[in-house]
Protein backbone atom coordinates (compact mmCIF):
# COMPACT_ATOMS: atom_id res chain seq x y z
CA UNK A 1 0.00 0.00 0.00
CA UNK A 2 3.01 2.54 0.69
CA UNK A 3 4.20 1.82 -2.74
CA UNK A 4 0.74 3.29 -4.51
CA UNK A 5 0.58 6.16 -1.76
CA UNK A 6 3.99 7.54 -2.13
CA UNK A 7 3.61 8.77 -6.17
CA UNK A 8 0.38 10.23 -4.66
CA UNK A 9 2.29 12.32 -2.14
CA UNK A 10 5.23 13.14 -4.27
CA UNK A 11 2.44 14.54 -6.61
CA UNK A 12 0.79 16.59 -3.79
CA UNK A 13 3.82 18.54 -2.79
CA UNK A 14 5.31 18.75 -6.17
CA UNK A 15 1.88 20.58 -7.19
CA UNK A 16 2.31 22.56 -3.84
CA UNK A 17 5.82 23.60 -4.63
CA UNK A 18 5.11 24.78 -8.09
CA UNK A 19 1.67 26.98 -6.71
CA UNK A 20 4.37 28.46 -4.37
CA UNK A 21 6.94 28.66 -7.28
CA UNK A 22 4.51 30.25 -9.89
CA UNK A 23 3.08 33.17 -7.32
CA UNK A 24 6.52 33.79 -6.40
CA UNK A 25 7.35 34.25 -9.90
CA UNK A 26 3.62 36.65 -10.47
CA UNK A 27 4.79 38.77 -7.94
CA UNK A 28 6.98 41.90 -8.31
CA UNK A 29 10.86 41.70 -7.38
CA UNK A 30 10.34 44.57 -4.94
CA UNK A 31 12.34 47.00 -7.16
CA UNK A 32 8.79 49.51 -7.23
CA UNK A 33 8.58 49.70 -3.43
CA UNK A 34 12.52 50.79 -3.33
CA UNK A 35 11.85 53.49 -5.66
CA UNK A 36 9.08 54.55 -4.17
CA UNK A 37 11.43 54.73 -0.93
CA UNK A 38 13.60 56.33 -2.64
CA UNK A 39 11.21 59.06 -3.90
CA UNK A 40 10.06 59.66 -0.53
CA UNK A 41 12.88 60.11 1.16
CA UNK A 42 14.17 62.65 -1.70
CA UNK A 43 10.89 64.32 -0.68
CA UNK A 44 11.71 64.36 2.92
CA UNK A 45 15.69 65.92 2.32
CA UNK A 46 13.62 68.57 -0.39
CA UNK A 47 11.43 69.58 2.51
CA UNK A 48 14.08 69.77 5.11
CA UNK A 49 16.29 71.75 3.16
CA UNK A 50 13.55 74.67 2.84
CA UNK A 51 12.52 74.29 6.73
CA UNK A 52 16.75 74.68 7.00
CA UNK A 53 16.55 77.86 4.74
CA UNK A 54 13.38 79.21 6.51
CA UNK A 55 14.43 79.15 9.99
CA UNK A 56 17.49 80.31 8.96
CA UNK A 57 15.33 83.53 7.55
CA UNK A 58 13.46 83.58 10.64
CA UNK A 59 16.26 83.72 13.20
CA UNK A 60 17.92 86.55 10.96
CA UNK A 61 14.41 88.63 11.23
CA UNK A 62 14.03 87.89 14.78
CA UNK A 63 17.67 89.00 15.12
CA UNK A 64 16.83 92.50 13.05
CA UNK A 65 13.79 92.90 15.25
CA UNK A 66 15.80 92.28 19.13
CA UNK A 67 17.98 94.56 17.88
CA UNK A 68 15.94 97.12 17.04
CA UNK A 69 14.00 96.73 19.96
CA UNK A 70 17.67 96.84 22.22
CA UNK A 71 18.89 99.72 20.26
CA UNK A 72 15.38 101.44 21.17
CA UNK A 73 15.67 100.49 24.84
CA UNK A 74 18.99 102.24 24.69
CA UNK A 75 17.43 105.72 23.32
CA UNK A 76 14.50 105.57 25.37
CA UNK A 77 16.85 105.20 28.48
CA UNK A 78 18.75 108.38 27.03
CA UNK A 79 15.98 110.51 26.81
CA UNK A 80 14.46 109.40 29.96
CA UNK A 81 17.94 110.47 31.98
CA UNK A 82 17.80 113.63 29.61
CA UNK A 83 14.25 114.78 30.19
CA UNK A 84 15.33 114.55 33.96
CA UNK A 85 19.28 116.82 32.94
CA UNK A 86 16.53 119.40 31.00
CA UNK A 87 14.51 119.68 34.57
CA UNK A 88 17.55 120.37 36.37
CA UNK A 89 18.84 123.41 34.18
CA UNK A 90 15.38 124.80 33.34
CA UNK A 91 15.09 124.78 37.03
CA UNK A 92 18.94 126.68 37.43
CA UNK A 93 17.87 128.94 34.18
CA UNK A 94 14.65 130.35 36.16
CA UNK A 95 16.69 130.56 39.02
CA UNK A 96 19.34 132.61 37.08
CA UNK A 97 16.57 134.38 35.13
CA UNK A 98 14.95 135.71 38.37
CA UNK A 99 18.15 136.97 39.98
CA UNK A 100 19.54 139.03 37.05
CA UNK A 101 15.94 140.39 36.66
CA UNK A 102 15.90 141.70 40.14
CA UNK A 103 19.17 143.37 40.02
CA UNK A 104 18.26 145.28 36.93
CA UNK A 105 15.25 146.40 38.33
CA UNK A 106 16.98 147.33 41.69
CA UNK A 107 19.95 149.18 39.80
CA UNK A 108 17.11 151.06 37.59
CA UNK A 109 15.66 152.25 40.83
CA UNK A 110 18.46 153.46 41.98
CA UNK A 111 19.23 155.55 38.69
CA UNK A 112 15.95 157.11 39.35
CA UNK A 113 16.85 158.57 42.71
CA UNK A 114 19.44 160.57 40.93
CA UNK A 115 23.15 160.86 41.92
CA UNK A 116 23.96 160.87 45.75
CA UNK A 117 25.51 163.30 47.20
CA UNK A 118 28.70 162.38 49.21
CA UNK A 119 28.72 162.64 52.79
CA UNK A 120 31.39 164.71 53.47
CA UNK A 121 31.12 164.68 57.08
CA UNK A 122 31.21 160.62 57.00
CA UNK A 123 34.36 159.68 54.63
CA UNK A 124 33.73 155.92 55.88
CA UNK A 125 29.79 155.75 55.21
CA UNK A 126 30.97 156.92 52.01
CA UNK A 127 33.62 153.91 51.54
CA UNK A 128 31.10 151.89 52.46
CA UNK A 129 28.99 153.05 49.55
CA UNK A 130 31.35 152.39 47.03
CA UNK A 131 32.12 148.64 48.12
CA UNK A 132 28.91 147.30 48.75
CA UNK A 133 28.26 148.89 45.24
CA UNK A 134 31.15 147.08 43.68
CA UNK A 135 29.96 143.71 44.96
CA UNK A 136 26.65 144.27 43.41
CA UNK A 137 27.95 144.79 40.37
CA UNK A 138 29.60 141.52 40.84
CA UNK A 139 26.78 139.51 42.01
CA UNK A 140 24.81 140.92 38.91
CA UNK A 141 28.35 139.78 37.09
CA UNK A 142 27.89 136.10 38.49
CA UNK A 143 24.40 135.50 38.08
CA UNK A 144 24.76 136.38 34.03
CA UNK A 145 27.49 133.81 33.63
CA UNK A 146 25.27 131.11 35.66
CA UNK A 147 22.12 132.16 33.07
CA UNK A 148 24.11 131.57 30.18
CA UNK A 149 26.02 128.65 31.31
CA UNK A 150 22.91 126.99 32.14
CA UNK A 151 20.85 128.40 28.98
CA UNK A 152 23.78 126.71 27.01
CA UNK A 153 23.29 123.65 28.83
CA UNK A 154 19.65 123.41 28.18
CA UNK A 155 19.56 124.18 24.46
CA UNK A 156 22.69 121.37 23.54
CA UNK A 157 20.02 119.18 25.77
CA UNK A 158 17.00 119.87 23.96
CA UNK A 159 19.09 119.80 20.69
CA UNK A 160 19.91 116.07 21.90
CA UNK A 161 16.49 115.54 22.50
CA UNK A 162 14.74 116.67 19.19
CA UNK A 163 17.94 114.07 17.43
CA UNK A 164 17.21 111.44 20.05
CA UNK A 165 13.26 111.64 19.00
CA UNK A 166 13.63 111.79 15.53
CA UNK A 167 15.66 108.47 15.73
CA UNK A 168 12.73 107.10 17.93
CA UNK A 169 10.65 107.61 15.10
CA UNK A 170 12.67 106.25 12.53
CA UNK A 171 13.35 102.75 15.11
CA UNK A 172 9.52 102.38 15.66
CA UNK A 173 8.73 102.47 11.77
CA UNK A 174 11.85 100.21 11.23
CA UNK A 175 9.97 97.72 14.54
CA UNK A 176 7.00 97.68 12.41
CA UNK A 177 8.43 96.40 8.85
CA UNK A 178 10.96 93.78 11.24
CA UNK A 179 7.65 93.05 12.63
CA UNK A 180 6.03 92.28 9.83
CA UNK A 181 9.12 90.18 7.96
CA UNK A 182 9.65 87.80 11.44
CA UNK A 183 5.98 87.16 11.07
CA UNK A 184 5.48 86.54 7.22
CA UNK A 185 8.80 84.25 8.08
CA UNK A 186 7.00 82.34 10.98
CA UNK A 187 4.19 81.58 8.47
CA UNK A 188 6.12 80.20 6.04
CA UNK A 189 8.31 77.91 8.51
CA UNK A 190 4.72 76.58 10.07
CA UNK A 191 3.83 76.03 6.30
CA UNK A 192 7.19 74.07 5.47
CA UNK A 193 7.21 72.49 8.58
CA UNK A 194 3.71 70.56 8.07
CA UNK A 195 4.98 69.85 4.42
CA UNK A 196 7.80 68.35 6.14
CA UNK A 197 6.41 66.37 8.57
CA UNK A 198 3.61 65.43 5.50
CA UNK A 199 6.70 63.99 3.93
CA UNK A 200 7.97 62.20 6.69
CA UNK A 201 4.74 60.56 7.00
CA UNK A 202 4.67 59.55 3.45
CA UNK A 203 8.58 58.13 3.71
CA UNK A 204 7.56 55.81 7.36
CA UNK A 205 4.30 54.70 4.81
CA UNK A 206 6.72 53.67 1.94
CA UNK A 207 9.27 52.02 4.35
CA UNK A 208 6.28 50.01 5.63
CA UNK A 209 4.94 48.99 2.60
CA UNK A 210 8.85 47.98 1.34
CA UNK A 211 9.18 46.05 4.83
CA UNK A 212 6.00 44.24 4.67
CA UNK A 213 6.67 42.89 0.80
CA UNK A 214 9.87 42.23 2.13
CA UNK A 215 8.41 40.20 4.81
CA UNK A 216 6.31 38.49 2.55
CA UNK A 217 9.10 37.52 -0.37
CA UNK A 218 11.11 35.66 2.98
CA UNK A 219 7.97 34.06 4.14
CA UNK A 220 7.87 32.63 0.45
CA UNK A 221 10.78 31.90 0.20
CA UNK A 222 10.72 29.90 3.41
CA UNK A 223 7.72 27.73 2.38
CA UNK A 224 9.37 27.01 -0.56
CA UNK A 225 12.59 25.57 1.50
CA UNK A 226 10.20 24.33 3.14
CA UNK A 227 8.49 22.61 0.69
CA UNK A 228 11.39 20.95 -0.94
CA UNK A 229 12.80 19.76 2.04
CA UNK A 230 9.13 18.18 2.68
CA UNK A 231 10.04 16.41 -0.30
CA UNK A 232 12.88 15.68 0.03
CA UNK A 233 12.36 14.21 4.03
CA UNK A 234 9.17 12.10 2.36
CA UNK A 235 11.01 10.74 0.04
CA UNK A 236 13.98 9.27 2.38
CA UNK A 237 11.63 8.34 4.78
CA UNK A 238 9.51 6.32 1.94
CA UNK A 239 13.44 4.58 1.14
CA UNK A 240 13.53 3.83 4.86
CA UNK A 241 10.19 1.77 4.65
CA UNK A 242 11.06 0.40 1.71
CA UNK A 243 14.38 -0.81 2.86
CA UNK A 244 12.84 -2.03 6.25
CA UNK A 245 10.23 -3.84 4.39
CA UNK A 246 12.57 -6.02 2.52
CA UNK A 247 14.61 -6.88 5.78
CA UNK A 248 12.89 -6.71 8.93
CA UNK A 249 14.64 -6.22 11.90
CA UNK A 250 15.18 -8.89 14.17
CA UNK A 251 12.72 -8.24 17.82
CA UNK A 252 14.80 -7.05 20.75
CA UNK A 253 13.39 -7.79 24.14
CA UNK A 254 13.11 -5.32 25.98
CA UNK A 255 14.05 -4.99 29.67
CA UNK A 256 12.51 -2.59 32.19
CA UNK A 257 15.16 -0.88 34.50
CA UNK A 258 14.53 -2.06 38.07
CA UNK A 259 13.44 -0.03 40.61
CA UNK A 260 14.97 -0.20 44.46
CA UNK A 261 12.27 0.66 47.18
CA UNK A 262 12.25 3.24 48.48
CA UNK A 263 14.36 5.11 45.91
CA UNK A 264 12.82 8.51 45.09
CA UNK A 265 12.24 9.23 41.47
CA UNK A 266 13.99 12.29 40.38
CA UNK A 267 12.65 14.46 37.15
CA UNK A 268 14.62 16.86 35.79
CA UNK A 269 13.35 20.47 36.61
CA UNK A 270 13.26 23.09 34.27
CA UNK A 271 14.67 26.25 35.50
CA UNK A 272 14.67 29.88 34.41
CA UNK A 273 16.59 32.87 34.48
CA UNK A 274 14.85 36.02 35.35
CA UNK A 275 15.03 38.51 32.88
CA UNK A 276 16.09 41.37 34.00
CA UNK A 277 13.98 45.10 34.12
CA UNK A 278 16.06 48.02 33.18
CA UNK A 279 14.65 51.38 35.17
CA UNK A 280 12.72 53.93 33.84
CA UNK A 281 15.53 56.54 32.50
CA UNK A 282 15.07 59.70 34.19
CA UNK A 283 14.72 63.12 31.89
CA UNK A 284 18.28 65.03 32.00
CA UNK A 285 17.93 67.44 29.72
CA UNK A 286 15.26 69.60 28.40
CA UNK A 287 12.86 69.73 25.60
CA UNK A 288 12.50 72.87 23.63
CA UNK A 289 9.77 74.89 25.04
CA UNK A 290 8.12 76.79 22.55
CA UNK A 291 5.98 73.10 20.96
CA UNK A 292 5.82 74.88 17.09
CA UNK A 293 8.17 76.50 14.72
CA UNK A 294 10.11 79.91 16.79
CA UNK A 295 13.19 81.72 16.31
CA UNK A 296 15.62 83.87 18.67
CA UNK A 297 18.45 85.32 19.47
CA UNK A 298 21.04 85.69 22.46
CA UNK A 299 19.36 88.95 24.04
CA UNK A 300 20.32 88.44 27.77
CA UNK A 301 21.44 91.49 29.27
CA UNK A 302 19.93 93.46 26.97
CA UNK A 303 19.07 97.07 28.54
CA UNK A 304 15.72 98.08 29.40
CA UNK A 305 13.92 101.74 30.80
CA UNK A 306 14.08 102.06 34.63
CA UNK A 307 17.24 100.54 35.25
CA UNK A 308 16.44 96.98 34.00
CA UNK A 309 17.86 94.84 31.81
CA UNK A 310 16.86 91.40 30.38
CA UNK A 311 17.18 88.39 32.48
CA UNK A 312 16.41 85.36 29.95
CA UNK A 313 15.73 84.40 26.25
CA UNK A 314 12.44 85.69 24.13
CA UNK A 315 11.47 83.33 21.63
CA UNK A 316 8.68 84.61 19.00
CA UNK A 317 6.29 82.41 17.50
CA UNK A 318 2.99 82.82 16.22
CA UNK A 319 -0.30 83.28 18.68
CA UNK A 320 -1.40 80.13 20.25
CA UNK A 321 1.21 78.04 19.82
CA UNK A 322 1.85 75.65 22.38
CA UNK A 323 4.41 76.31 25.54
CA UNK A 324 5.34 72.85 27.69
CA UNK A 325 7.06 72.08 30.38
CA UNK A 326 10.87 72.30 29.50
CA UNK A 327 11.48 69.38 32.66
CA UNK A 328 9.06 67.43 34.57
CA UNK A 329 7.85 69.53 37.96
CA UNK A 330 5.02 71.32 39.65
CA UNK A 331 3.75 74.54 37.81
CA UNK A 332 2.10 77.51 38.98
CA UNK A 333 0.26 80.12 37.10
CA UNK A 334 1.17 84.10 38.48
CA UNK A 335 0.42 86.98 36.46
CA UNK A 336 2.01 90.83 37.06
CA UNK A 337 1.57 93.94 35.09
CA UNK A 338 4.82 93.38 33.45
CA UNK A 339 4.83 90.02 32.08
CA UNK A 340 1.45 89.52 31.92
CA UNK A 341 0.18 85.80 32.27
CA UNK A 342 2.94 84.12 33.59
CA UNK A 343 4.21 80.65 34.87
CA UNK A 344 6.92 78.75 37.44
CA UNK A 345 7.70 75.93 36.89
CA UNK A 346 9.50 74.58 39.70
CA UNK A 347 11.60 70.97 39.04
CA UNK A 348 11.80 67.87 40.50
CA UNK A 349 15.20 69.16 41.22
CA UNK A 350 14.64 72.38 42.50
CA UNK A 351 15.27 74.50 39.11
CA UNK A 352 13.05 77.00 38.15
CA UNK A 353 11.41 78.23 35.16
CA UNK A 354 9.62 81.00 34.13
CA UNK A 355 7.46 81.95 30.98
CA UNK A 356 5.47 84.88 30.48
CA UNK A 357 3.54 86.88 27.93
CA UNK A 358 0.92 84.06 27.66
CA UNK A 359 -1.79 84.20 25.58
CA UNK A 360 -3.82 82.02 28.29
CA UNK A 361 -2.92 78.41 30.39
CA UNK A 362 -3.79 74.78 29.30
CA UNK A 363 -6.37 73.65 31.89
CA UNK A 364 -3.75 71.65 33.88
CA UNK A 365 -4.24 73.85 37.18
CA UNK A 366 -1.40 74.03 39.30
CA UNK A 367 0.68 71.29 39.96
CA UNK A 368 2.82 67.97 39.24
CA UNK A 369 2.93 67.70 35.41
CA UNK A 370 5.52 65.17 33.08
CA UNK A 371 7.98 66.73 31.15
CA UNK A 372 6.53 67.74 27.40
CA UNK A 373 3.09 68.28 29.09
CA UNK A 374 1.67 71.54 27.55
CA UNK A 375 1.24 74.52 30.40
CA UNK A 376 -0.15 77.47 28.02
CA UNK A 377 0.25 79.00 24.72
CA UNK A 378 2.13 81.99 23.34
CA UNK A 379 0.73 85.12 23.43
CA UNK A 380 1.54 89.44 24.00
CA UNK A 381 0.06 90.08 27.45
CA UNK A 382 2.05 92.46 29.48
CA UNK A 383 4.33 94.59 28.14
CA UNK A 384 5.22 92.64 25.04
CA UNK A 385 5.12 93.90 21.88
CA UNK A 386 4.73 91.26 19.58
CA UNK A 387 3.47 87.74 20.14
CA UNK A 388 6.50 85.23 21.83
CA UNK A 389 7.47 83.51 25.00
CA UNK A 390 9.82 85.09 27.57
CA UNK A 391 11.57 82.37 29.29
CA UNK A 392 14.14 82.57 32.06
CA UNK A 393 16.45 79.99 34.14
CA UNK A 394 17.14 80.14 37.30
CA UNK A 395 19.11 77.47 38.89
CA UNK A 396 18.41 76.31 42.84
CA UNK A 397 15.38 78.85 42.46
CA UNK A 398 18.43 81.60 42.64
CA UNK A 399 19.38 84.11 40.52
CA UNK A 400 18.37 83.89 36.85
CA UNK A 401 21.92 82.40 34.48
CA UNK A 402 21.68 82.79 30.35
CA UNK A 403 19.45 80.11 29.39
CA UNK A 404 19.91 80.78 25.52
CA UNK A 405 23.06 77.86 24.91
CA UNK A 406 21.08 75.73 26.05
CA UNK A 407 17.91 76.66 24.34
CA UNK A 408 19.73 77.10 20.86
CA UNK A 409 21.12 73.05 21.58
CA UNK A 410 17.64 72.00 22.57
CA UNK A 411 15.26 73.99 19.91
Known amino acids: MFWLDYPLITVKFAVFLLAVLVTALLVPAGAGAQDDVSVARAAVQAAQADVDAA ?30 EIASASAVVADATSSVRDLVVSQYVDTMKGPQSVDLDNINRHARGRALTRIAANVYADSVDIYRAARDILTDLEQRQSQLRGEQESLVAELDASQIEANDNLELLTELTATLQTELDRAEEAERLRLEEEARKAAEEAARIAAEQE ?82 TDMMANTGTPVVAVVSGTVEHRGNSVGGLSAHLMSDTGDRYYYTHLDGYENVGAGWVAQGTVIGYVGMTGNAPVPHLHFEFHPGNGDPINPYPTLIATC
Do not use: M
Open 55 to 84: QQAANLAAERYFAAIDQLEFINVEIAEIET
Open 231 to 312: VQRQAEAARIAAEQAANPPTPVPVVQPTKTPGQPTTEPQETSTPVPTSPPVAATGWVCPVAGPTSFIDSWGAPRVSGRWHKG
